[in-house]
């Protein structure tokens, strides 16, 4: 998130919300992103979602890394090295998003807002996903986040990336983690995954 924050060639929809909050509000980005964190948690109440520690450490943890790498990460000296940075932060978002889900501890405030919404409605996941990304995103840029062509990058590349991401991570960190649903061989049993891990199915598949 911070070194595309710095790249400056767009954001995905929720950070152009953070950063547009961010701007408008005098808060840092990474606090920025904690208020929006909470705020979401508010709203599992009425779709009675469980948090965990992933969901707590997801708010945390998050605000404190981002404010304390900007802090340190130069500005880039040209547009290559922008576009470098801007292409290993959505990998790197790829990678991290294999783990965190593989540790099985609990969705983080926006994921778990999406599958609450998923299980409220009977909506299909990408419906939800899509409505949520286009309204924090609309709302981001009137904001004065930064939407450009990382945005597009990164909706776009972030779904292959985990796929080929998944792909090659060890079975044994995984197959006791939400994404068994993504690999049948991750599955035992016929077991599904517990319901705040189902970010990229539709609950018909259970």
């Known amino acids: 998130m911070a070194v595309m924050v710095r790249a400056g060639l767009g954001l995905d929809p929720w950070d152009v919300f953070h950063q547009g909050l961010a701007g408008r509000t005098g808060l840092t980005i990474g606090i920025a992103s904690a208020v929006v964190g909470v705020a979401v948690l508010l709203l599992w109440i009425p779709l009675?979602?469980?948090?965990?520690?992933?969901?707590v450490a997801n708010v945390i943890v998050i605000a404190v890394t981002v404010d304390a790498?900007?802090?340190?990460?130069?500005?880039?000296?040209g547009l290559p090295v922008r576009i470098a940075m801007m292409l290993g932060a959505v990998v790197l978002n790829a990678v991290s998003t294999v783990l965190y889900i593989g540790a099985g501890l609990g969705s983080g405030p926006r994921d778990g807002l999406m599958t609450g919404l998923v299980r409220r409605t009977g909506?299909?996941?990408r419906l939800v996903r899509t409505l949520i990304e286009a309204t924090v995103l609309t709302v981001g840029w009137l904001l004065g986040g930064t939407v450009g062509v990382g945005t597009l990058v990164y909706a776009f590349g972030i779904g292959p990336l985990v796929q080929v991401i998944l792909r090659v991570t060890p079975r044994r960190w995984l197959?006791?983690?939400?994404?068994?649903?993504?690999?049948?061989s991750l599955?035992?049993?016929?077991?599904?995954p517990p319901p705040e891990t189902m970010q990229t199915t539709s609950t018909q598949t259970c």
């Open 175 to 184: 197959a006791v983690s939400g994404w068994a649903f993504a690999e049948p």
């Open 69 to 77: 790498s900007l802090a340190f990460l130069p500005e880039p000296a």
């Open 123 to 125: 909506r299909s996941v």
């Open 48 to 55: 009675r979602n469980r948090p965990g520690i992933g969901t």
């Open 187 to 192: 599955t035992t049993m016929g077991e599904c």
